[in-house]
């Protein structure tokens, strides 16, 4: 876990309601992309750990006979149980626990994933545990937005969300050290995911980026759901605060939108990491 903190279960208090709002969409077809590169055919079971309002496991499930979706925050899952029925999505089951209870009594799977959530565990507790999970062949996932993508000269047909201002508002209500459930980031999330998984004795791994790059439309009420989706400005930490926090922002976002408009963002890339179980490994 991030140095000097400790996990609780307010990191993402009332942001559940805000997350498929406020986030960007990973690119499209990536999970047509993860389902060619691992091999699914409708078989075997997927676990996303982690899995918020089921952003991934959804679109996955279908590819699977069996798709497992944790998370400690039992208002994520509640949001994914209203999406998956929203979308037809039957073979979905929902357990509430933290990567650190695996392996839970789940069994075994064929793939498990972490999107942009494997940051907030015991990361070498957790590698090895899923090693174990998983069957002979198996694969540990790890989806994320492309890192430093190569800058786009094509213009935007409106401003840019103004995310530094936003932050920097943030700094202003809740401290200039990033705040996360009850504690705080000093020095943000841990990177590295691949030597903590090759301490756990996976294989070399395997990278796909999926592109996207379709410019969106976001208006004012999609920057506020972004900015409460965020651990580190999640409702909860502005206690009484919130509205009048909720009103400055939304001045800020009327003076940086374009008159009679609102915003634009690209769409990010995804990129895709997969590290396998050997096969004559039991």
Known sequence: MPDGWQWDRTLFQGSAAYYERGRLPYAPHFAETLATALGLDGRGRLLDVGCGPGIVLLPMARFVAEAVGLDPDEDMLTEARRQAGRRGVTNARWVVARAEDLPAGLGEFRAVVFAQSFHWTDRDRVAVTVLDMLEPGGAFVHISDLKDPPADPRPLPSPEPPYDRIRDL??????????????????????REDL??????????????????????????DIVAWTFSRSDSAPHLFGDRLADFERELRALLRQAAAPGSGFAERLPATEIRIWRKAQDRA
């Open 170 to 191: 943030v700094r202003g209500h809740l401290g200039p050290v990033r705040r996360a459930g009850q504690g705080t980031l000093a020095h943000g999330t841990p990177d």
């Open 196 to 221: 903590v998984i090759a301490r756990a004795g996976f294989g070399p791994v395997e990278r796909h980026v999926v592109p996207a790059g379709d410019v969106v439309d976001r208006s004012a009420d």
